[in-house]
């Protein structure tokens, strides 16, 4: 089962998260977290670890949607984005499916809301992987 969508760019790390986070912002997405994993693993575990950062992004119209139907879907909020060295030199940038990640919930009730984040994540990556 595929859980994310993603593209492949060239070019400088930081240059894309930042891009990507521009796209989001776009699309109506916050990023509400900005974790990184490199710093993480080599700050707790003194562990080397590729460029990685995952970007926790909120849409309040469509969360608020979401939780008004389903109160506890908070837990698997907000859609995670991620941001990584490849081991080609290139970046990745990976968004959940949104429609995998609410189908967990079984309510089909969720399904518009799914739809039309998905649309807006599908939206920034093709902005993101236009700018590369």
Sequence with gaps: MTYT???SVDGAFEDVVETTTDALAAEGFGVLCDIDVQAT????LGEEFRDYRILGACN???????MEEELELGALLPCNVI???????GVVVSAVAPDKL???VENDALD???DEVDER????????????
């Design 5 to 7: 969508t993603s593209i």
């Design 112 to 114: 518009p809301v799914a």
């Design 41 to 44: 693993l080599k700050e707790k």
């Design 102 to 104: 609410l189908s967990v």
């Design 60 to 66: 309040p119209e469509f969360a608020h949607q979401a």
């Design 121 to 132: 994540l599908q939206s920034a990556l093709a902005t993101v992987e236009a700018a590369y």
């Design 83 to 89: 941001v990584y060295a490849d081991d080609d030199g």
